[in-house]
């Protein structure tokens, strides 16, 4: 079965600055992995995902995350935070052994002006 | 093209009272999924629809919820008799086919039980 862990609960950072969302997995097989975006009170948003192609994802509002099979990794990164980016984000995997979608437990992403 | 419609978007209940929601997947996707989020915690599955067959429905607790995807669009959840720890928003999403397509959520629809 998969699961998926994210290190950190809540990360602030100065906008402007660089965010890092940590994420690391397991799975039995190889693993499509996604992450979501949740502002409050709205639905979940795709940001990107990976699916055995470029280890390397580009995502929208210049999110992007790479994929580390030795590392069981898939941390999210944006060079530079912005207000708007405020948000709960959500790491997801999901095996092709037709296992569902497994969520993380969130990780809170504040931004200080 | 339409997302993933959801209604209502909140609920108030009593406890021991039934509730019932409804999703509208987007056009043309046959996988259809209702999730449990709690507050401060990520969605958990509850049941999985491919076309109108429910293909896991492991972790829905079939002594109180139930669910149906009759003619295989749009689908209702069903709780009855609500207990207060219920009090959760409740996620639909779709995707075109398997697990590992991507999946697109509705805005969920709140329920809280008092």
């Known amino acids: 079965a998969q699961s998926v862990t994210q290190l950190d609960s809540h990360v602030s950072v100065s906008e402007g600055t660089p965010v890092l969302l940590r994420c690391n997995y397991s799975?039995?097989?190889?693993?499509?992995l996604f992450w979501y975006v949740q502002h409050p009170n709205k639905g979940l948003q795709l940001l990107l995902k990976?699916?055995?192609?470029?280890?390397l994802v580009k995502g929208i509002n210049g999110f992007e995350a790479e994929f580390k099979k030795s590392e069981t990794s898939f941390h999210l990164t944006k060079p530079s935070a912005h207000m708007s980016d405020a948000a709960e984000y959500f790491c997801?995997?999901?095996?092709?052994?037709?296992?569902?979608?497994?969520f993380g437990p969130g990780t809170r992403l504040s931004v200080l002006p | 093209e339409a997302g993933v419609v959801q209604s209502p978007r909140y609920k108030i209940i009593e406890k021991k009272q039934p509730v019932a929601f409804w999703c509208n997947p987007i056009?043309?996707?046959?996988?259809l999924y209702w999730y449990l989020q709690n507050l401060g915690q990520g969605p958990e599955l509850l049941i999985r629809?491919?076309?109108?067959?429910?293909?896991?429905d492991s972790q829905l607790p079939k002594d109180r919820f139930s669910a149906e995807r009759l003619k295989g669009v749009d689908s209702t959840l069903k709780i009855q008799p609500a207990e207060l720890g219920d009090s959760a928003v409740y996620l639909c999403?779709?995707?075109?086919?398997?697990?590992?397509?991507?999946?697109?959520f509705g805005p969920g629809t709140r329920l809280t039980v008092l």
């Open positions: 990976y699916t055995s192609a470029a280890t």
């Open positions: 056009s043309g996707h046959n996988t």
């Open positions: 799975s039995s097989y190889s693993p499509s």
């Open positions: 629809y491919e076309n109108e067959e429910a293909v896991d």
């Open positions: 997801v995997v999901s095996d092709h052994g037709g296992q569902n979608f497994v």
């Open positions: 999403a779709s995707s075109e086919g398997g697990a590992e397509d991507t999946q697109y």
